[in-house]
Structure formats: structure tokens, C-alpha cells
């Protein structure tokens, strides 16, 4: 099978320090990848090598089968839409679109009809002739990825494209992006640091920590069933049990992840039960977050939705004493990170 891209033990190095270390992913043709990790984690190094902006320090990286290192950036099937769009803000966006076809040779009219049709594909069509002074966050962003659309690539790069809209655009950008996506059949690999971004879009997400890739699947499996502590407490927010917290708390051995909203209060049918004191509530609208001090000292975080009919969580307030109450079949088993 012929991947979209393909890593075989990469590494970069820069001194001393492993940016990437040891990487092996296969990404699928037509997939929505995501790259998720923090600040530093090796995501956006790996992106920069696939578009040939940084060079191997070893293993290999194919695209379509073509070994990357044989081929400069401009002969890969690959264009780049970075974060802060990069656009002219002299030249009507049509230009803007059009400016790279423009510095290949091609002629104005041909030019011009094909960053017509990338713009009318990103929703654009109606703001040919404006500036980007005169477009939202948003619709500049739809203006960066129109720009690289228009050399129709195989594989459409991302680097952190909506860290700078605020939340309510961010939120509307992914779906916008997904089904753009979709209707276009081509790979789209997306960095980002944001969880939620490549849980809801992605139909794989590769999570890094420290140049390495911690696990790879889809958004579901990541979220359900974390291979180590590291991804529990990266996507979403966890109960990481070490050892000594698994046996003490409910008579397990080894490590374990548990999700706060597996957890309910006072509920005297679970099978797990211990004893706590309510140390901080907070209102998150559709739930309320508690933090409990176990008899053991231990901190458990709590997520209890705000139902109707239920006993409500405003009930509840600093200095109580409850029952974290769960199942031991929602504990997953976590490995020693390497």
C-alpha cells in the first residue's frame, strides 16, 4: 500500500537535542491527520520535514511513495498554511491567491480562473477584489488556505492554523475545514496543541511528548482507552493512578486512568467506593467539577452533569464530606512511559 506520507525511524537533531526522535507513522491517502502535543514535542519540526523546510538527520520520510529526501520543497505534492496567513496586504485577495502561480510563469487570465475556483472553495467567491484589511480573522485564514489550494496539492499542510481566532471562530473554522476535507478527498495533516481541535476534526491523531509519538488512533480510542499517563492527562483531563494510589484506593495492581465524569457521588450501588472531602467546586454549565482530598490523601477529580431531576451538584460545597463512587471496567490500564 502506497501511503500519503510515510515516516520510517525519522530523527532531527539540532546539537545535542532530539526535536524528533525515532518517529514511525504511516499517514493514509485522503486522511485528516492531526499531529496534538505540547509546546516542543516535535509536531511541527515533523511538519516542517514533510514540506521540506528542515532536513533529515536520519531515517526517511516518502510522500506518495517518493523518497522526500530526492526532492526539493517545490517539487513535493505538499503546500503549507502556517498561523499568522502571510498575506499581502497591498494586493486584492484574488492576487494574493493567484501570487504563486504568478511567480511560476503563468499567464493572468489563466492564473486568475484558477484562484477564482480555490476561493469559491473555501466560501470566498464574493471578495475577490477586496483587501485583507477588509476581511475577518476567519475569512483571511480561508484566504491562506485558497493560496496553497490553488497549486492543488495531494497533501495539505497546517501548522497551528487557528491559534489566533478566538474561540467562538475557532469552533466554526473546524467544521468549515473538516468539510472542506471532505469535499476536496484530499490528505490533510494538522498540527496543533489544542486537544479539542484534532478531537473533533481528525480521523487520526498522533500524540507527541518529547520528539517521540506516544500513541496513534482515532479520537474515540485516544479519549476511551490512553496507552500511558502522559496521553490520559494531555486529551482531556484525567485521574492518573500511580501504583500506590491503584492499590490503596480500590485494591489494583499497576497503573490506571480514570475519566472524571466515570465518577459519581454517593451513588452506594458502584462498586468502587471511597471516602473524600470536597475541597473546590466549579460551574462549568453543562457539568460541575469537583476536586476531593481521599482518606488517603490522594486528589480525585470529579465531573458530575447538571441533569434535571438529579440530586444538583450546587448542592454540594467546600468541606463536605462524599463518596466517590465508580466501576473498576472504566479504569484503563496505562504503561510505563519510555
Excluded at 314 to 320: A, D, I, R, V, Y
Aim: net charge neutral; aromatic share 8%; proline share 5%.
Amino acid at each position: 500500500m502506497t501511503y500519503a506520507v510515510e515516516f520510517n525511524n525519522v530523527s532531527r537533531l539540532y546539537g545535542d537535542v532530539r526535536a524528533v526522535d525515532g518517529v514511525s507513522i504511516a499517514i493514509n491517502d485522503g486522511e485528516f491527520f492531526s499531529m496534538l502535543g505540547p509546546s516542543g514535542s516535535g509536531k511541527t519540526t515533523c511538519l516542517r520535514l514533510i514540506a521540506g523546510f528542515e532536513q533529515l538527520s536520519g531515517g526517511a520520510i516518502s510522500i506518495f511513495g517518493k523518497q522526500a529526501s530526492e526532492l526539493p520543497p517545490w517539487e513535493r505534492d505538499v503546500n503549507t498554511v502556517f498561523q499568522d496567513y502571510a498575506l499581502f496586504p497591498h494586493m486584492s485577495i484574488l492576487d494574493n491567491v493567484a501570487y504563486g502561480l504568478m511567480v511560476k510563469g503563468m499567464d493572468k487570465k489563466q492564473r486568475h480562473a484558477k484562484a477564482r475556483e480555490a476561493l469559491e472553495k473555501v466560501a470566498l467567491g464574493f471578495a475577490y477584489e477586496r483587501k485583507p484589511s477588509q476581511l475577518s480573522g476567519g475569512q483571511r485564514q480561508r484566504v491562506a488556505i485558497a493560496r496553497a489550494l490553488v497549486n492543488e496539492p495531494r497533501v495539505l499542510l497546517l501548522d497551528e492554523p487557528l491559534g489566533a481566532l478566538d474561540l467562538k471562530l475557532r469552533e466554526q473554522m473546524q467544521l468549515e475545514l473538516k468539510k472542506l476535507q471532505q469535499a476536496l478527498g484530499i490528505t490533510f495533516i494538522f498540527v496543533t496543541h489544542d486537544q479539542s481541535e484534532a478531537l473533533s476534526m481528525s480521523d487520526r491523531v498522533a500524540v507527541f511528548n518529547n520528539g517521540r509519538i506516544e500513541q496513534v488512533d482515532s479520537p474515540r480510542e485516544l479519549y476511551m482507552r490512553p496507552r500511558t499517563p502522559f496521553v490520559a492527562s494531555f486529551v482531556g483531563t484525567s485521574n492518573v493512578f500511580d501504583t500506590a494510589m491503584s492499590e490503596n484506593v480500590c485494591g489494583l495492581q499497576g497503573m490506571f486512568s480514570l475519566r472524571p465524569e466515570h465518577i459519581r457521588l454517593n451513588d452506594p450501588g458502584a462498586e468502587v467506593q471511597a471516602p473524600g472531602v470536597i475541597q473546590a467546586v466549579q460551574y462549568q454549565g453543562a457539568a460541575t467539577r469537583f476536586e476531593l482530598k481521599l482518606a488517603g490523601g490522594e486528589k480525585l477529580l470529579v465531573s458530575q452533569a447538571n441533569l434535571t431531576g438529579e440530586m444538583l451538584p450546587s448542592t454540594l460545597s467546600p468541606g463536605q464530606q462524599v463518596m466517590a463512587s465508580w466501576s473498576r471496567d472504566v479504569m484503563v490500564p496505562l504503561v510505563e512511559e519510555r
